[in-house]
């Protein structure tokens, strides 16, 4: 017998808020009212279960990916390799590190193959997947570390952007991070997409060896974590201007070589106070903060 998820609604009224474990998704339908009932319908219908499916293959997806190979069977945990699959080769990725983007991608297409939907978008946890009908757009915020976030800035996405997923990576996430980074956020094409990238993102704001920087066997702290034995950042101490922009450097670096490559729409990197952003840039504007794309995006962001 399939166990039932926790089915329930956020205060607003307009929020379903679905959770089965670590899995904890809000989840926001815009059309007509039928479709909007439909869309929801099927948000519960696919969520029920989908953690058994996930687990059956648990230790499959703990094993680091291979570009070429992929065992898994389930559709969420196929997502879940080909996401990391592109960074493979030159990185220690497992699928896990696309889990919380793959569902939130997973939830959303139930909806949208039922319902005819203006907007809509699946919330795991700040891995963010978005539907946008034609002319549509969401407003999205920018925080400084996803677990006491304060809003850093805002993107605005329309359906013309290719950017339909948004993930926030770091320290200070649900999950360990091998870099120093305070929060990494991640525009990409999927959700899945910017998930696996902010994590490898997040991974490359670092200062290796600094003696400020607390590390520990990711092990230590959780026994079955798919990092093993590697060192994940348990605190970092008070760093120099020129140390934090050195970290972030680093990291933005990565960013930059993933936008040439196509993995990516833009990044914007936090650490201690400081922010870089790669293909997002602030700009001056008189009654809001705003962010805009690079020029072959021919599109500007209102905050």
Known sequence: ???????????????????????????????????????????????????DEL????????????????????????????????FSSAHFITPMAAVAGSVAEEILGAM??????????VNNGGDIALHLAPNGRFT?????????????????IESRDPSRGIATSGRHGRS?????????????????????????????????AHSAIVRMPANEFQPDSDLGHRLVTRDVGLLSQTEVMSA????????????AAGLIEGASLHLQGETLTVALKQVASSDAQRLVLPERAQHLMDA
């Open 140 to 156: 999205v915020g920018l925080v400084d570390r996803p677990d006491r976030p304060s809003l850093i800035g805002k993107a605005c």
């Open 55 to 86: 687990c059956a293959e648990l230790d499959e997806l703990r094993q680091p990916a291979c570009p070429q190979i992929c065992k898994l069977q389930g559709v969420v945990a196929r997502r879940m390799h080909a996401a990391v699959a592109p």
């Open 1 to 51: 017998m399939t166990r039932l998820p926790q089915i329930g609604w956020l205060a607003d009224g307009r929020r379903l808020h679905l959770q089965d474990g670590p899995i904890d998704l809000i989840v926001e339908a815009h059309g007509a009212n039928a479709d909007v009932q439909v869309a929801y319908e099927a948000a519960v219908r696919r969520f029920t279960g989908l953690l």
């Open 176 to 208: 360990f991070s091998l870099g120093i980074a305070d929060a990494v956020t991640v525009l990409a094409a999927t959700a899945s997409r910017a998930d696996a990238a902010a994590t490898i993102i997040a991974n490359a704001v670092d200062l290796p």
């Open 248 to 259: 972030l450097e680093s990291g933005s670096g990565c960013a930059r070589e993933l936008l």
């Open 112 to 121: 949208v193959q039922t319902a005819n939907l203006s907007r809509a978008y």
